[in-house]
């Protein structure tokens, strides 16, 4: 069941839980939807009658911008499921006060009003509720894949809905309908819960962090910026402007014809479930069938004249002969297009525009522009309908006009698209992983087609790398001249690209490429020519017959590819035995030092790539093997794609072997979660060698797990300070990089106190020694330098001290904000200075403002003992307590300035102390207690 999942509907293994429960929740939804909008507009208009559409229309604007702007506000503070199920909850008992109101009559007529305000707002609502929790469940690769699938579940609940509305409605009554909607709404309540607990809740901690960060607070004027700036995104929202002005014209002709034509308001609830399913099943047939095919053959901008033809269409209908059935056509050319192929064009229109004017410019057309044009449309309808005495069939002349300036817009559109699009190639900002990237569009291929014929080489790589996802084997022609580009990165991608087609074959453009020195590109070339040939198994055992070894190396890495992904290569194809022939006619039959590194890179290489166990062996004696660097960091990345655990010991040890740590470190990280607990084992190991340790919170901050996080907050407490900066590091690095992981503010604070605590320790007896330094006779050379070593020592661990602390602080608060006002607190300006306090005493919490401030606040030391909050514990007015204060604290530099300290000026009351570092792990330590303790031997004699 599962492989037929993934076959059909490229269901991955984890996926089919949550994706089966949004499809449910989806339709659920939309199918209440589908439901309620039916049953208000038959009791609107049966009560009213259209001629009071256009003021609801207006009220509906109004409402939604308030609505909009109170709801932004929740949405920040309030927990995204707890949001959803106090909605969903406000929704089910209203439903229920108004079946009560519907049922007995009790109450003002104006209800009928609230009741249609309602429904637009519930349906806006719940949609947006439902997307912003599918894209908790679902990251970023998965959305790519199954949001298409999810949606048909949304489409499917409004074909579902508006069918039990036709059917049920003459028979239990349209009043009675709200029972459904209770009960689909009732279900979603179980749903939420199942999806929150399976696959939500893990990933939405970062709302938790947000709330106490800074955020860059949606603005208006920046969006009305952005539109003066871009006549691109102007001409996107003139065409949504229009078509939400339209559409509510639309919907005007279609309900007044409709309402007078079926004065039954059973009857007519059932007419408008019964279209509004139709409707559904007709967009959703023009999605599959049609959207693609046009986008692929036409382009982006033909797709968007589908909506205003077939508009104009119902429109001439409802002019000449205004009908049941004229109204019908009208809307079928507004509702059959709009959430297909124009809503594909408007996505695909935005491509071109840099990622943050994208996100800023589509929520103020959404919100902004759509709730205008909503708005608009009714104070026009007043205008036209009652101040100018308009008869419905004379709507369509309005329209027929709109619609003619909505052609024109489309063509400067397309203009500014094209224009928009060639920019961003040049500029490279389109994101290739942008979810919204369709590449059916025949003229984003062209523009792309055209880009790989330029003389940039960045350019065409990046149009190659766009091309990857494209379905079209339009560019395939264009990619022959690229087999001999100058750059071998080039060569390798139009190969790869060439290898997805079979309409084509380059195979004799092809073969020379096999010889090609990069082996990348030579591999590509053979795996080219081995799925294009009549008989690719034996072009293969051809290559393995030739005595060149780089063609011999290609070949095999070629073999340990193919066999990851081809199961009947691997029932044709013994990768031990090609492996073993390798070794025994080409590797040990190579003489020059050249050739033979070149061999160990590869044999190093393909044991990754392969993952046969009995390979394993040789790859640990190359592991074993520090003689040449680039061949121990080649293997050592195969090691840990082997994800083999005999591997790990070896590959921590190379944690301390410098010029291939890096590459340890990652190939640590590929074991994934399953390696934390043997790192912390290591970490907190004080036997293990020093760097060693040092250099596993890095390895943890590339796993990117929730254990890290926990296994990191659980050693910030760690002595060793060096140790403790790497763990705080590490911690700055997931927060950054792997936002949605947890982490506990509550001890972050915890340990942001203890950082202050000791800060002020340090600051105390920095003060003693730089007043007492000026009253240490200048004879007394030894004592001076003493003194001044350690008092340089206790800055530079006071500046230690205030980066730990800001980094900690970056945890909590916006990371980049705690940066600038940390660089600006360093900067040596007094005005930035002032500014980053400033900007600090406005986010930190009052209990942090209460310790951190007085520390930044003051330009000298002195001043700043003056305004500690707190009396320290171990205040010093002599040299004997700092050097007692300093030996009992596990900062060993410290203590090696504090032995100096008193070596040179003879404090022999702490020998003690000084007697138990002779034996300490660290060398420098030890040499400097000997030292001391001699010389203090020899003043006392």
């Not at 009208?330 to 990622?355: M, T």
């Not at 990857?468 to 001999?484: I, Q």
């Not at 121990?632 to 410098?658: C, E, V, Y």
Request: charged fraction near 20%; glycine fraction near 4%.
């Amino acid at each position: 069941m599962n492989k037929l999942m993934h076959k059909l509907l490229d269901i991955r293994e984890g996926e089919g839980m949550a994706t089966s429960l949004m499809f449910t929740y989806l339709f659920l939804l939309i199918a209440s939807l589908l439901i309620v909008k039916p049953m208000r507009n038959s009791l609107f208009l049966t009560i009213y009658g259209a001629q009071k559409l256009p003021y609801v229309f207006v009220l509906v604007a109004i409402a939604a911008g308030i609505v909009t702007h109170f709801y932004a506000k929740t949405i920040k503070k309030a927990r995204l499921d707890v949001l959803i199920i106090y909605t969903t909850a406000i929704a089910i008992f209203s439903l229920i006060l108004f079946w009560i109101f519907f049922t007995t009559q009790m109450g003002p007529n104006w209800l009928y009003f609230v009741f249609y305000i309602w429904v637009a707002l519930f349906g806006v609502i719940t949609t947006s509720q439902f997307w912003l929790l599918a894209n908790y469940v679902f990251n970023a690769r998965q959305a790519k894949r199954l949001f298409g699938l999810i949606g048909a579940g949304g489409i499917s609940g409004g074909i579902f809905g508006g069918y039990l509305t036709k059917f049920l409605a003459p028979v239990i009554g349209t009043n009675n309908m709200i029972f459904f909607t209770l009960l689909f709404l009732g279900a979603c309540f179980f749903i939420l819960n199942a999806v929150w607990r399976h696959s939500a809740k893990h990933n939405y901690s970062e709302r938790l962090r947000q709330q106490r960060r800074l955020s860059k607070t949606y603005s208006t004027d920046n969006a009305f910026k952005l539109l003066k700036q871009s006549k691109h995104l102007l001409f996107i929202a003139i065409l949504v402007g229009i078509s939400v002005l339209v559409a509510n014209l639309v919907d005007y002709q279609y309900s007044a014809i409709a309402s007078k034509a079926i004065p039954q308001k059973d009857d007519l609830t059932a007419f408008f479930g019964f279209w509004l399913s139709n409707l559904s099943i007709l967009s959703l047939f023009i999605q599959l069938v049609l959207t693609s095919r046009i986008l692929k053959t036409f382009g982006v901008t033909f797709s968007l004249f589908f909506l205003p033809i077939g508009i104009f269409t119902g429109a001439l209908f409802t002019l000449f002969n205004p009908t049941l059935w004229s109204a019908v056509m009208i809307k079928i050319g507004d509702g059959s297009f709009k959430q297909s192929i124009n809503k594909a064009g408007l996505e695909l229109l935005l491509l071109p525009l840099p990622g943050s004017v994208k996100n800023q410019g589509k929520s103020f057309i959404d919100v902004f522009v759509d709730s205008f044009a909503t708005g608009l449309g009714g104070l026009l309808l007043i205008l036209l309908v009652d101040q100018m005495g308009f008869k419905v069939p004379h709507i369509s002349i309005v329209i027929i006009i709109l619609i003619a300036v909505w052609i024109l817009a489309i063509n400067q559109a397309r203009k500014e698209y094209i224009d928009s699009f060639r920019q961003a190639l040049e500029k490279r900002s389109i994101d290739l992983e942008d979810q919204t990237i369709n590449l059916e569009d025949a003229s984003v291929i062209k523009s792309l087609i055209y880009t790989l014929e330029s003389d940039n080489p960045r350019n065409i790589l990046y149009a190659l790398r766009l091309l990857e996802n494209a379905k079209s084997d339009e560019f395939v022609p264009h990619l022959k001249s690229l087999f001999d580009h100058p750059s071998d990165e080039i060569k390798r991608m139009a190969l790869r690209l060439a290898a997805q087609s079979h309409a084509y074959d380059f195979s004799s453009s092809v073969t020379h490429l096999v010889k090609c020195e990069n082996i990348q590109v030579s591999v590509e070339a053979i795996h080219y020519l081995y799925h294009h040939s009549s008989d690719g198994l034996k072009l293969y055992h051809q290559l393995l017959q030739d005595p060149n070894y780089k063609i011999q190396s290609a070949v095999l890495r070629f073999t340990a590819i193919e066999l990851r992904e081809s199961k009947e290569f691997r029932k044709q194809v013994s990768f031990i035995d090609i492996f073993n022939r390798f070794i025994e006619k080409i590797y040990n039959n190579i003489e020059d030092k050249s050739g033979k590194r070149y061999t160990r890179l590869i044999l190093a290489d393909v044991i990754g790539i392969a993952r046969e166990p009995e390979l394993y062996p040789f790859l640990q004696r190359i592991l074993q093997d520090r003689s040449d660097t680039r061949v121990l960091s080649h293997a050592i990345n195969s090691a840990g794609k082997t994800h083999d655990p005999s591997f790990i010991p070896l590959l921590i040890q190379h944690l301390n072997t410098k010029m291939v740590r890096r590459s340890a470190r990652e190939a640590l990280a590929e074991y994934g979660d399953a390696i934390i607990d043997i790192l912390a084992d290591y970490m907190r190991n004080p036997q293990i060698e020093r760097r060693i340790r040092l250099g596993i919170p890095k390895v943890l901050a590339l796993i990117g797990s929730q254990k890290s996080i926990n296994l990191f907050i659980d050693h910030l407490d760690q002595n060793d300070l060096d140790l403790r900066y790497a763990i705080i590091r590490a911690l700055n690095k997931l927060n950054n990089q792997f936002s949605w992981l947890e982490i506990d503010i509550e001890r972050i604070e915890n340990r942001i106190y203890k950082e202050t605590e000791k800060y002020f320790k340090t600051l105390s007896l920095l003060i003693y020694q730089k007043r007492d330094l000026k009253a240490v006779p200048s004879t007394h050379k030894d004592i001076v330098r003493a003194k001044a070593l350690l008092s340089k020592a206790l800055e530079e661990r006071l500046a230690d001290n205030l980066e730990r602390i800001f980094r900690l602080l970056a945890l909590e608060y916006s990371p980049r904000d705690i940066y600038n006002a940390y660089l600006a607190l360093n900067s040596g300006k007094a005005d930035q200075k002032a500014n980053a306090i400033e900007f600090l005493d406005n986010v930190l919490s009052f209990e942090l403002k209460r310790v951190i401030i007085p520390i930044i606040e003051q330009s000298n030391t002195s001043r700043a003992h003056e305004h500690q909050p707190e009396p320290i514990e171990n205040h010093v007015d002599s040299d004997e307590e700092i050097i007692r204060v300093i030996l009992e604290e596990d900062d060993n530099w410290l203590k090696i300035c504090a032995i100096h300290l008193a070596a040179e000026s003879g404090i022999t009351r702490y020998k003690w102390m000084i007697e138990k570092l002779v034996t300490d792990s660290d060398k420098a330590l030890r040499e400097t207690a000997v030292f001391a303790l001699k010389k203090l031997s020899q003043s006392n004699a």
